[in-house]
């Protein structure tokens, strides 16, 4: 069974600093990107940043010069860092997949994690 095991989060300061990681697990597969989205109450999930294997990224405006994302070759594992967070970075934050698993299949189907929660007051 594959997963998407999402770690990190919590409850900070504005200003401050978390990091959220991603591990697939269960089964064999090739994945063409992954990334984060995130979704406020009462609002649209939208895509926060992406990371094709080839090491492509893609941020939101929203976080452009705050957040990167990064990926580890050897476990598929994908962080996001997130610096200097305002109080509208507040939501929960999902794990994204694109991916092909074996046996083969011609197109990536679209894998989401269980999120977490990132929350940013004073």
């Known amino acids: 069974q594959l997963r998407l095991v999402e770690s990190g989060g919590g409850l900070v300061r504005p200003g401050a600093s978390l990091e959220l990681s991603c591990l697939p697990t269960?089964?064999?597969?090739?994945?063409?990107?992954m990334g984060w989205h995130r979704q406020a109450p009462g609002n649209q999930r939208e895509l926060v940043a992406s990371?094709?294997?080839?090491?492509?990224?893609n941020l939101a405006d929203s976080v452009k010069g705050r957040f990167s994302i990064s990926r580890d070759g050897a476990t598929n594992m994908v962080t996001l860092e997130m610096d200097s967070l305002k109080p509208e970075d507040t939501a929960v934050y999902y794990c994204?997949?694109?991916?092909?698993?074996?046996?083969?299949?011609?197109?990536?189907?679209?894998?989401w994690g269980q999120g977490v929660q990132v929350t940013v007051s004073s």
């Open positions: 990371i094709t294997m080839d090491g492509d990224t």
């Open positions: 269960g089964g064999t597969f090739s994945i063409n990107v």
């Open positions: 994204v997949a694109d991916l092909k698993r074996y046996p083969w299949t011609n197109y990536p189907t679209r894998y």
